[in-house]
């Protein structure tokens, strides 16, 4: 009994040694905006969403209806993509905030092993003065 104790503690502990499954990080405003993200398992998926909050008076909250985001890709062999999307900026509200979490890929998978760098531009845009960052989420998935 004492050693099926013993293995079950150490199987725990390696567990729990193994590389997180998800990233989650938030760059203050005004940027710039560069996450780096491990994709080492060209077998398992990605899903990636962005999340903001925005501040400012409930006439400025109520104008900011979308943000232009050009996001560009950078493999781990300095290969790069680059897209325009537009994040709604819908979510949950208070007053004189919103908070803003918005799925932007699922089921990624990385042609290439490694770290890769996603840079995200805004270009000018209605409600981009209230913008108080932006967070990146990635998690992989679950197929």
């Given at each position: 009994?004492?050693n099926?104790?013993?293995?079950?503690?150490?199987?725990?502990?390696?567990?729990?040694?193994?590389?997180p499954?998800?990233?989650?990080?938030?760059?203050?405003?005004?940027?710039?905006?560069?996450?780096?993200?491990?994709?080492?398992?060209?077998?398992a998926?990605?899903d990636?969403?962005?999340?903001?909050?925005?501040?400012?008076?409930p006439?400025?909250?109520?104008?900011?209806h979308?943000?232009?985001l050009?996001?560009?890709?950078?493999?781990p062999?300095?290969?790069?993509?680059?897209e325009?999307?537009?994040?709604?900026?819908?979510?949950?509200?208070?007053?004189?905030?919103?908070?803003v979490f918005?799925?932007?890929?699922?089921?990624?998978?990385?042609?290439?092993?490694?770290?890769?760098?996603?840079?995200?531009?805004?270009?000018?845009?209605?409600?981009?003065?209230?913008?108080?960052?932006?967070?990146?989420v990635?998690?992989?998935?679950?197929?």
């Amino acid at each position: 009994m004492k050693n099926l104790s013993c293995l079950l503690s150490l199987l725990l502990l390696v567990a729990a040694c193994r590389e997180p499954s998800s990233l989650e990080e938030f760059i203050p405003a005004p940027g710039p905006y560069e996450f780096q993200v491990e994709m080492s398992d060209t077998t398992a998926s990605y899903d990636f969403s962005f999340f903001t909050r925005l501040d400012g008076y409930p006439s400025d909250l109520q104008a900011a209806h979308e943000l232009p985001l050009r996001i560009t890709w950078i493999s781990p062999s300095d290969s790069s993509y680059t897209e325009s999307v537009y994040m709604p900026l819908s979510g949950r509200s208070s007053v004189f905030s919103r908070q803003v979490f918005q799925p932007y890929r699922a089921h990624v998978r990385p042609v290439q092993p490694g770290l890769w760098t996603l840079r995200v531009a805004i270009p000018y845009a209605d409600g981009r003065e209230i913008l108080r960052g932006l967070g990146l989420v990635v998690a992989q998935s679950s197929d």
